[in-house]
């Protein structure tokens, strides 16, 4: 099972419709200071079921939504599609490629889909149980958090270690 | 649990021996807790020197312990993709050729995405994605190829 | 205190907007406490973007921004020596770039200690200091001439 | 006013007798990582009369001593004298060089110099008072400190502008 693909669109900076496609093995991201790429690990992380806004340094929900440039108009919809190799039949679906969607409208709808089709949030994250893409799992390290291994509290440690075994 | 405990303080010794070519560490149960919310403390040396508190180590030593801590949970229990942030931000030289060989080695089971800003990192990469901000304010992503993603060290 | 809160804030708009070539930026005092207990917000505008919310920023972002902080202060009330201990480290080239500039300018007032990673920002320097460990755990320096020192860059 | 010269003995990695002659300018410190730069920036703090150990990252007063190698067993004093150029006499002596040390002893006992007599913690504080190298001021910004400025609470903002002011 692998991350395929990415398209965003209205997701913090990226305002105009953005597909990544990314391959297995190393796939390196670069660029300058604010060009966006935490923003991209932010976007993996909203569309996987991330609940708390503060852990994509937002302070509301709408922050998250494209808000606009000297020249840009805010945007009303960011949206996150994550597509997934799943030949390997890590997920517990049928499917051999699996679409997870999150939509977020300034109005503070939301929609989540799987396959096209539309789900709830728990859906998402109770897909992605038992994978080590949850919340307190090590997949996802964001800018300036590995320290919290060592810095942060003991019993962290110990959930980190939980949601391992 | 503690069946776990066992197997990550193993895992952990290991990565950490092999990430910093020598010393010691280990993962313990706080002793002063009750057994359910006890939490795991991490004792270590590293090579040549004594054992300290963490708090005396070095911000590139705490970098590489806490990947080293990581990697031991991935090699025991993989994930299918790793998204790793600019961890490799307080690692020298030396460390960071460290880190990458890990990475390499953990490539054939783990999908690995680094955004990173050193060029020893980007090297080791297979597949390199630009990001930019040709209009001020909105982002743009374009493949490059590995041979000119050297210049894009930025 | 509010006489200095008034040359802070210019200072600091000034240095803001020299460091990211554009921009907006000020020190305001918060609304809702006693003035005397009242903290300092900053509030910012980057080249082009709309004035977001602090947390929003990148990191590199929010490092150069302390980074004009710090200099806004030095530059109003300079230190004898000002020591530094890798606070570039996530910045890109080109914000390394305008870093340096920004310590050139004002290396004939204040004297700087700087401890660094950056290639960039050690060809800055007038002097360069070596801290090795030829004894394991044991530390010692040793002055290094600008032209081995871009080797040096561990 | 600058910075002249350092000499550290028994503190932390620097258990050799170390002298680091410092320049005006743009001084640089380089090297590989754990090899001790910034215990060196600790050392400067910790004469200049850092009261707390925890901004030295040490947990009881003595982890500022040199506690051994594999091959070299642990020292007993820690030591570190710091020699100020008072050429334009920013320091309010008559001296045109002042040396300021600071020496513990594992028994706990402690030692503050200022040019070889002997005087009082307060006293070392007191001198640079009004010369911004303070406690809360921003003359030494340490490792993984920057982000405090931003990240911090608006109150210590505050702070650091009384200070300057
Ligand atoms: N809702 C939004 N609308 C528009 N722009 C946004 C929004 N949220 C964040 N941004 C902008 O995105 C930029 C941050 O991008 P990001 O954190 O991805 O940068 P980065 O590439 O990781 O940089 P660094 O290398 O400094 O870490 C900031 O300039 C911020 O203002
Ligand atoms: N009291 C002590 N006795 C002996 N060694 C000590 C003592 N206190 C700290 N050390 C050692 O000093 C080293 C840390 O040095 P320091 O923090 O100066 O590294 P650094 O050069 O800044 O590295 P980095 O580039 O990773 O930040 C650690 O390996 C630590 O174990
Ligand atoms: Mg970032
Ligand atoms: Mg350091």
Known sequence: ????????????????????????????????????????????????????????????????????????????????????????????????????????????????????????????????????????????????????????????????????S | FSQFMLLANESFKRTFTEIFGGGEASLVLEEDSHYLSAGVDIVLKMPGKRSQPLNLLSGGEKALTCIAFIFALLRLRPVPFCLLDEIDAALDETNLMRFTQFLKNMADEIQFIVITHRQTTIEAGSNIYGVTMPQQGISSVLSINVSDSISMAI
């Open chain 1, 1 to 164: 099972m692998y991350l395929k693909r990415l398209d965003i669109k209205g997701f913090k900076s990226f305002a105009n419709e953005t597909e990544i496609i990314l391959e297995p093995g190393i796939n390196i991201i670069v660029g300058p200071n604010g060009c966006g790429k935490s923003n991209i690990a932010d976007a993996v992380r909203w569309v996987l079921g991330e609940g708390n806004v503060r852990q994509l340094r937002g302070q509301k929900n709408e922050d998250i939504i494209f808000n606009g440039t000297d020249k840009q108009k805010p945007q009303g919809m960011a949206m996150v599609d994550m597509t997934i190799d799943n030949s390997d039949h890590m997920l517990p679906v049928e499917y051999g490629e699996i679409t997870v969607g999150r939509k977020l409208f300034r109005s503070g709808e939301s929609e989540y889909l799987l396959n096209k089709s539309r789900v709830r949030m728990k859906d998402i994250v109770n897909l992605f149980t038992g994978t080590g893409l949850g919340k307190r799992g090590y997949s996802i390290i964001g800018q300036g958090e590995l320290e919290q291994v060592l810095n942060g509290q003991a019993f962290d440690r110990r959930l980190i270690l939980e949601e391992a």
